[in-house]
């Protein structure tokens, strides 16, 4: 089991940043990618970027690409999403997940999930 914990939620102006952190404890090699998935009001679960263990590789969705940027630290079993030049369209519940299988933009593919955070854009 991998227990996942985000923070670093809040209500930013558009334009601003926020960086989402994701903390990841107990069986962390079943994490071998850690993805973000938001759900905003009214709509459904979409991916927005993905990692694999390395960090080499990252997926991002086209919404976000240039704005969003995905890391992590695997000393301290953290990943992060810095977001940047947010937008209203970007309020939502921000989720993080870890997979023991590769690099993937499938939710279905996920295996553990953190609570969530929300993240709210005022214009």
């Known amino acids: 089991q991998v227990q996942l914990v985000e923070s670093g939620g809040g209500l930013v102006q558009a334009g601003g940043s926020l960086r989402l952190s994701c903390a990841a404890s107990?069986?962390?090699?079943?994490?071998?990618?850690m993805g973000w998935f938001r759900q905003g009001p009214g709509k459904q679960r979409e991916f927005v970027a993905a990692?694999?263990?390395?960090?080499?590789?990252?997926y991002y969705a086209d919404s976000v690409k240039g704005r969003f940027t995905i890391s992590r630290d695997n000393a301290k079993n953290t990943v992060y999403l810095q977001m940047s030049s947010l937008k209203p369209e970007d309020t939502a519940v921000y989720y993080c997940?870890?997979?023991?299988?590769?690099?993937?933009?499938?939710?279905?593919?996920?295996?553990?999930w953190g609570q969530g955070t929300q993240v709210t854009v005022s214009s």
């Open positions: 107990g069986r962390t090699s079943s994490s071998a990618a």
């Open positions: 990692i694999n263990w390395s960090g080499g590789s990252t």
């Open positions: 997940a870890a997979t023991p299988r590769g690099l993937t933009m499938m939710a279905a593919a996920y295996s553990y």
